[in-house]
């Protein structure tokens, strides 16, 4: 009797131990899978325990978020260099003009180039928020008075430019309290 017991036990922990060991590698592949970048392969878990599958529904959400984060992060990442990219490219040719005699380097033009200039700085102010952002998050106020003035001021040098006016009736401290990787 007591081996047919011990025959029993050994089965019923091979039993147990397949029952958890397998979902447990499933898990483990898809954690491997979010390691390398892939969000895409990363599948649900079923079993018959429900902490194994809570385990699985999380890693999913987890790989879900890892994913829209990184599509977030390519696309804020493109849209910056092209940001960037439009005044460096509009100080380049101010002055090459200037250098091959093709404009004069006077006040108005020493203006736009000064403006540009102005417009880069609000870029690199705006990407090291962006990096106290991601690197503190928490939530904070957001004075958006203040950063609609600053969308405004991208688009005023291109419309005094153009003999566009553009009339700024920006109600001061409009505040939203918010996560910062809200905005």
């Not at 962006?130 to 939530?139: A, D, K, M, Y």
């Amino acid at each position: 009797s007591i081996i047919f017991s011990s025959l029993i036990g050994i089965v019923a922990s091979i039993f147990v131990s397949k029952q958890l060991s397998k979902p447990i590698y499933k898990l483990n592949e898809n954690t491997k899978l979010m390691l390398q970048g892939n969000y895409r392969d990363v599948n649900i878990v079923r079993t018959k325990i429900t902490e194994i599958d809570e385990l699985s529904n999380s890693i999913v959400e987890l790989s879900d978020s890892i994913s829209n984060q990184e599509n977030i992060r390519k696309e804020m990442v493109q849209n910056l260099a092209h940001d960037i990219r439009t005044p460096l490219t509009v100080l380049k040719a101010h002055f090459e003009a200037v250098l091959d005699g093709v404009i004069k380097l006077d006040e108005e033009n020493i203006k736009i180039l000064n403006s540009e200039i102005d417009r880069l700085m609000n870029l690199i102010k705006k990407l090291d928020n962006l990096t106290e952002i991601v690197q503190n998050p928490s939530r904070n106020k957001l004075d958006i008075s203040m950063e609609t003035k600053s969308i405004i001021e991208l688009f005023l040098m291109d419309s005094k430019k153009n003999n566009i006016t553009i009339v700024q009736n920006v109600e001061p401290n409009l505040q939203i309290i918010a996560e910062k990787s809200d905005y």
